[in-house]
Protein backbone atom coordinates (compact mmCIF):
# COMPACT_ATOMS: atom_id res chain seq x y z
CA UNK A 1 0.00 0.00 0.00
CA UNK A 2 1.15 3.37 -0.79
CA UNK A 3 2.42 5.50 2.61
CA UNK A 4 0.86 8.73 0.74
CA UNK A 5 -0.83 11.13 3.46
CA UNK A 6 -4.37 12.73 2.38
CA UNK A 7 -3.87 13.52 -1.13
CA UNK A 8 -7.27 15.05 -1.43
CA UNK A 9 -6.65 18.13 0.22
CA UNK A 10 -3.29 18.50 -2.43
CA UNK A 11 -5.83 18.84 -5.64
CA UNK A 12 -7.56 21.89 -6.97
CA UNK A 13 -10.68 20.98 -9.18
CA UNK A 14 -9.55 20.31 -13.21
CA UNK A 15 -10.31 23.67 -15.02
CA UNK A 16 -13.71 23.52 -16.92
CA UNK A 17 -15.15 21.21 -19.16
CA UNK A 18 -17.49 21.45 -21.37
CA UNK A 19 -18.10 17.76 -22.36
CA UNK A 20 -19.29 16.64 -19.22
CA UNK A 21 -20.25 17.81 -15.45
CA UNK A 22 -18.25 15.32 -13.88
CA UNK A 23 -15.65 16.43 -11.52
CA UNK A 24 -11.87 16.08 -11.72
CA UNK A 25 -8.90 17.16 -9.75
CA UNK A 26 -6.10 17.03 -10.51
CA UNK A 27 -2.43 17.91 -8.61
CA UNK A 28 -2.48 21.59 -6.72
CA UNK A 29 0.87 22.87 -7.89
CA UNK A 30 1.38 24.33 -4.51
CA UNK A 31 2.06 20.66 -2.75
CA UNK A 32 4.54 20.05 -5.56
CA UNK A 33 6.97 18.07 -2.66
CA UNK A 34 3.69 15.87 -2.06
CA UNK A 35 3.46 15.17 -5.56
CA UNK A 36 6.74 14.46 -6.11
CA UNK A 37 6.55 11.56 -3.35
CA UNK A 38 3.59 10.00 -5.33
CA UNK A 39 5.61 10.08 -8.22
CA UNK A 40 8.63 8.82 -6.93
CA UNK A 41 6.94 5.71 -5.28
CA UNK A 42 5.26 4.82 -8.88
CA UNK A 43 8.83 4.80 -10.06
CA UNK A 44 10.21 3.32 -7.44
CA UNK A 45 7.82 0.47 -6.79
CA UNK A 46 5.98 -0.13 -9.60
CA UNK A 47 8.51 0.48 -12.81
CA UNK A 48 5.53 1.09 -14.83
CA UNK A 49 6.08 0.30 -18.92
CA UNK A 50 4.72 2.13 -22.05
CA UNK A 51 1.35 0.98 -23.64
CA UNK A 52 3.43 1.03 -27.22
CA UNK A 53 6.30 -1.26 -25.79
CA UNK A 54 9.96 -0.68 -25.13
CA UNK A 55 10.97 0.37 -28.99
CA UNK A 56 8.48 3.24 -29.28
CA UNK A 57 9.50 7.14 -29.89
CA UNK A 58 9.03 8.87 -26.75
CA UNK A 59 6.89 11.53 -29.30
CA UNK A 60 4.28 13.67 -27.60
CA UNK A 61 2.67 16.30 -29.52
CA UNK A 62 4.90 20.04 -27.99
CA UNK A 63 1.18 21.78 -28.11
CA UNK A 64 -1.34 20.05 -26.64
CA UNK A 65 0.13 16.21 -26.02
CA UNK A 66 1.36 16.92 -22.47
CA UNK A 67 -0.46 16.84 -19.04
CA UNK A 68 -2.05 20.30 -17.87
CA UNK A 69 -3.34 23.47 -19.83
CA UNK A 70 -3.90 23.47 -23.71
CA UNK A 71 -6.22 25.62 -26.27
CA UNK A 72 -8.15 22.81 -27.16
CA UNK A 73 -8.00 22.32 -30.95
CA UNK A 74 -11.18 20.69 -30.83
CA UNK A 75 -13.66 23.10 -28.98
CA UNK A 76 -11.36 26.22 -29.55
CA UNK A 77 -11.19 26.80 -25.86
CA UNK A 78 -8.32 28.14 -23.81
CA UNK A 79 -6.98 27.08 -21.12
CA UNK A 80 -8.73 23.61 -21.32
CA UNK A 81 -6.74 21.12 -18.96
CA UNK A 82 -5.30 18.11 -20.84
CA UNK A 83 -5.61 14.83 -18.28
CA UNK A 84 -3.31 12.58 -19.99
CA UNK A 85 -0.61 12.69 -22.32
CA UNK A 86 -0.79 11.27 -26.14
CA UNK A 87 1.51 9.30 -27.41
CA UNK A 88 1.73 9.09 -31.13
CA UNK A 89 2.34 6.37 -32.85
CA UNK A 90 1.78 4.08 -36.16
CA UNK A 91 -1.62 3.56 -36.72
CA UNK A 92 -2.78 -0.58 -35.36
CA UNK A 93 0.34 -0.66 -33.17
CA UNK A 94 -0.45 -3.16 -30.43
CA UNK A 95 -1.41 -1.33 -27.23
CA UNK A 96 -0.66 -2.97 -24.02
CA UNK A 97 -1.07 -2.18 -20.14
CA UNK A 98 1.10 -0.21 -18.60
CA UNK A 99 0.82 -2.27 -15.69
CA UNK A 100 -0.88 -5.69 -14.07
CA UNK A 101 -4.37 -5.06 -13.21
CA UNK A 102 -7.85 -5.78 -13.97
CA UNK A 103 -10.39 -5.05 -16.52
CA UNK A 104 -12.73 -2.37 -15.45
CA UNK A 105 -14.32 -1.02 -18.39
CA UNK A 106 -13.74 -1.90 -22.65
CA UNK A 107 -15.51 0.35 -24.76
CA UNK A 108 -16.65 3.36 -26.70
CA UNK A 109 -17.15 7.31 -25.83
CA UNK A 110 -18.12 9.77 -27.94
CA UNK A 111 -14.69 11.82 -26.84
CA UNK A 112 -12.66 8.98 -25.76
CA UNK A 113 -13.45 7.02 -28.95
CA UNK A 114 -12.71 2.60 -28.25
CA UNK A 115 -11.35 2.76 -24.80
CA UNK A 116 -10.07 0.58 -21.84
CA UNK A 117 -9.68 1.40 -18.07
CA UNK A 118 -7.92 -0.97 -15.86
CA UNK A 119 -7.49 -0.91 -12.25
CA UNK A 120 -4.21 -1.78 -9.83
CA UNK A 121 -5.39 -2.98 -6.99
CA UNK A 122 -1.76 -3.34 -5.58
CA UNK A 123 -1.67 0.61 -5.82
CA UNK A 124 -3.45 1.78 -3.17
CA UNK A 125 -3.24 5.23 -0.66
CA UNK A 126 -3.49 4.58 2.42
CA UNK A 127 -6.71 7.15 2.49
CA UNK A 128 -8.15 5.13 0.22
CA UNK A 129 -7.33 6.11 -3.47
CA UNK A 130 -6.61 3.20 -5.96
CA UNK A 131 -4.82 3.87 -9.35
CA UNK A 132 -6.36 3.15 -12.75
CA UNK A 133 -5.32 3.83 -16.32
CA UNK A 134 -7.34 4.97 -19.65
CA UNK A 135 -6.08 4.17 -23.18
CA UNK A 136 -8.12 6.12 -25.40
CA UNK A 137 -8.81 7.22 -28.72
CA UNK A 138 -7.95 2.78 -30.19
CA UNK A 139 -8.82 1.81 -33.47
CA UNK A 140 -9.59 -1.69 -31.99
CA UNK A 141 -10.23 -3.38 -28.72
CA UNK A 142 -9.10 -6.56 -28.01
CA UNK A 143 -10.25 -7.05 -24.17
CA UNK A 144 -13.76 -7.18 -22.97
CA UNK A 145 -16.84 -8.42 -21.18
CA UNK A 146 -19.18 -10.63 -22.71
CA UNK A 147 -22.65 -10.20 -22.71
CA UNK A 148 -23.23 -12.55 -19.70
CA UNK A 149 -20.09 -11.39 -18.06
CA UNK A 150 -21.37 -7.60 -18.39
CA UNK A 151 -25.12 -8.77 -16.46
CA UNK A 152 -22.77 -10.15 -13.74
CA UNK A 153 -21.23 -7.32 -13.23
CA UNK A 154 -24.61 -5.07 -12.79
CA UNK A 155 -25.91 -7.54 -10.02
CA UNK A 156 -22.49 -7.56 -8.56
CA UNK A 157 -21.87 -4.04 -8.57
CA UNK A 158 -18.87 -4.49 -11.13
CA UNK A 159 -17.26 -7.15 -8.49
CA UNK A 160 -17.27 -10.25 -10.66
CA UNK A 161 -15.89 -11.41 -12.81
CA UNK A 162 -12.61 -9.95 -12.91
CA UNK A 163 -10.65 -10.47 -15.57
CA UNK A 164 -6.64 -10.31 -14.88
CA UNK A 165 -4.91 -8.09 -17.28
CA UNK A 166 -1.01 -8.78 -17.59
CA UNK A 167 1.23 -6.50 -19.20
CA UNK A 168 1.41 -9.03 -21.88
CA UNK A 169 -2.20 -9.03 -22.68
CA UNK A 170 -2.78 -7.20 -26.08
CA UNK A 171 -5.49 -4.39 -24.73
CA UNK A 172 -5.96 -2.87 -28.52
CA UNK A 173 -4.56 -0.80 -31.36
CA UNK A 174 -3.39 2.96 -31.98
CA UNK A 175 -6.10 4.52 -33.79
CA UNK A 176 -7.75 7.93 -34.16
CA UNK A 177 -11.29 7.31 -32.44
CA UNK A 178 -13.69 9.74 -30.97
CA UNK A 179 -13.20 13.44 -30.87
CA UNK A 180 -9.64 12.53 -32.16
CA UNK A 181 -11.05 11.02 -35.81
CA UNK A 182 -9.37 12.27 -38.81
CA UNK A 183 -6.62 13.29 -36.87
CA UNK A 184 -3.33 11.79 -35.97
CA UNK A 185 -2.77 8.41 -34.68
CA UNK A 186 -1.89 8.14 -31.05
CA UNK A 187 -3.00 6.58 -27.55
CA UNK A 188 -4.18 9.15 -25.02
CA UNK A 189 -2.76 7.28 -21.84
CA UNK A 190 -4.89 8.57 -18.59
CA UNK A 191 -3.74 7.92 -15.07
CA UNK A 192 -6.11 8.27 -12.53
CA UNK A 193 -6.26 7.99 -8.66
CA UNK A 194 -10.07 6.86 -7.76
CA UNK A 195 -11.69 6.75 -4.19
CA UNK A 196 -14.72 4.65 -3.87
CA UNK A 197 -16.78 7.85 -2.70
CA UNK A 198 -16.26 9.17 -6.23
CA UNK A 199 -13.33 11.08 -6.05
CA UNK A 200 -11.02 11.13 -9.15
CA UNK A 201 -7.51 12.64 -9.26
CA UNK A 202 -6.06 12.37 -12.56
CA UNK A 203 -2.40 12.65 -12.20
CA UNK A 204 0.39 12.96 -15.15
CA UNK A 205 1.73 10.15 -16.68
CA UNK A 206 4.60 11.16 -18.28
CA UNK A 207 7.48 11.49 -15.14
CA UNK A 208 5.46 7.72 -14.33
CA UNK A 209 6.83 6.72 -18.13
CA UNK A 210 10.10 8.63 -17.25
CA UNK A 211 9.41 11.03 -19.88
CA UNK A 212 10.14 14.73 -19.42
CA UNK A 213 7.04 17.00 -18.89
CA UNK A 214 6.14 20.10 -20.47
CA UNK A 215 4.16 23.09 -20.57
CA UNK A 216 2.19 22.68 -23.75
CA UNK A 217 3.28 25.28 -26.29
CA UNK A 218 -1.02 26.76 -26.75
CA UNK A 219 -0.93 26.56 -22.76
CA UNK A 220 -0.93 30.54 -22.99
CA UNK A 221 -3.11 31.27 -26.16
CA UNK A 222 -6.37 33.32 -25.11
CA UNK A 223 -8.48 33.41 -28.54
CA UNK A 224 -9.22 31.44 -31.83
CA UNK A 225 -7.14 34.40 -33.32
CA UNK A 226 -4.03 33.56 -31.31
CA UNK A 227 -4.20 29.27 -31.79
CA UNK A 228 -4.28 31.00 -36.20
CA UNK A 229 -1.72 32.58 -35.72
CA UNK A 230 0.49 29.85 -34.44
CA UNK A 231 -0.11 28.26 -37.34
CA UNK A 232 1.55 30.75 -39.10
CA UNK A 233 4.74 31.07 -37.44
CA UNK A 234 5.28 27.34 -36.55
CA UNK A 235 4.00 25.98 -39.55
CA UNK A 236 7.18 23.27 -40.18
CA UNK A 237 6.76 22.29 -36.88
CA UNK A 238 3.48 21.41 -36.66
CA UNK A 239 3.85 19.38 -40.04
CA UNK A 240 6.68 17.63 -38.49
CA UNK A 241 3.97 16.48 -35.69
CA UNK A 242 1.91 15.26 -37.61
CA UNK A 243 -1.05 17.72 -36.24
CA UNK A 244 -1.51 20.40 -38.85
CA UNK A 245 -5.43 18.99 -38.89
CA UNK A 246 -6.39 20.46 -36.13
CA UNK A 247 -5.37 23.77 -37.46
CA UNK A 248 -7.72 23.04 -41.03
Not at 39 to 67: A, M, R, V, W
Not at 132 to 155: A, C, N, P, W
Request: charged share 20%.
Amino acid sequence: MVTIGEIRMATIERPGDPLTKKVIHVPNPEYSELWGHVYNFLNEKTNPSSPLGNDYPKHINPYFGYFGEQFHPILRQPHHFHLGIDLASPIKKPVYSSLEGILEYSGFHVGNGNYVMISHPDIVTEDGFMLYTLYMHLRDLKVGFSKYQKMLREISLRSYPNISITRDTLIGTVGESGNAKGMYPHVHLQCEFRHKDGTIIAIDPAPILGIESQVNRTATLNTEEEFLRLYETDKKNICDHCVEKYWK
